[in-house]
């Protein structure tokens, strides 16, 4: 535990959403291996960036390659990656980025720990949460199986990998998620549609000139 700190104020929210024209949250996708989180994760990236939003998609592959190397997949060390990665979103967030996470985040303590660091704020701040979208992109075990592109869920039915979750580990499906996808009968462009959709309902996508 950090000890003998303080926190330091600057720039409140609304006056670096002024300054940027926009405002930041987060997206957080949740799904199963091979659901189609990151494919929809980098559409929607792409359709926000043309729209001239700032925003920013953070791997669940990519950042063990450097925030999170030295996690493995037990309980433990994937409530650690969780909240890593919820800490890094809520940062873009403020910044008045759109963060945009895409993590299989099996467990639903450890996802509304991300969603409640977003509610929290400092005290005496006059900032407001930060806005928080769960997405779970629901796929059937078997059609993954059918799609498993990297060759995960063959090798955790040989016994190969242990703890993979919808095999050997559990996945905790998300009840009240802001946004609920069925990826085996949902395109990617449909996707995009679903969530610019909602995001634009929030008031989200205002970019004010």
């Not at 792409?46 to 729209?51: D, M, R, V």
């Not at 242990?162 to 905790?172: D, M, N």
């Amino acid at each position: 535990m950090s000890t003998n700190i303080t926190w330091h104020s600057g720039l409140t929210r609304q006056e670096r959403s002024e300054l940027r024209k926009q405002k930041g949250c987060t997206v957080w996708f949740t799904g199963l291996s091979a659901s189609g989180k990151s494919t929809i994760a980098i559409a929607l990236e792409q359709h926000l960036l043309q729209k001239g939003l700032a925003c920013y998609r953070l791997d669940g592959d990519n950042v063990r390659f450097g925030l999170n190397k030295d996690l493995g997949f037990s309980p433990k060390d994937r409530e650690e990656n969780i909240r890593r990665i919820a800490e890094v979103a809520k940062l873009f967030a403020d910044s008045t980025t759109m963060a945009l996470t895409s993590f299989i985040s099996p467990y639903a303590a450890d996802r509304q720990l991300a969603r409640d660091l977003h509610s929290a704020v400092p005290k005496d701040s006059s900032d407001s949460p930060l806005p928080f979208i769960e997405v779970f992109v629901d796929i059937p075990v078997a059609e993954a199986e059918k799609r498993d592109p990297k060759g995960l869920y063959k090798k955790a039915r040989a016994g190969e990998i242990k703890e993979f979750t919808g095999i050997s580990a559990p996945y905790e499906a998300p009840d009240k998620a802001e946004v609920h996808i069925h990826s085996e009968r949902t395109s990617v462009e449909e996707a995009v549609v679903m969530i610019t959709t909602y995001l634009e309902e929030k008031g989200l996508l205002e970019v004010k000139s």
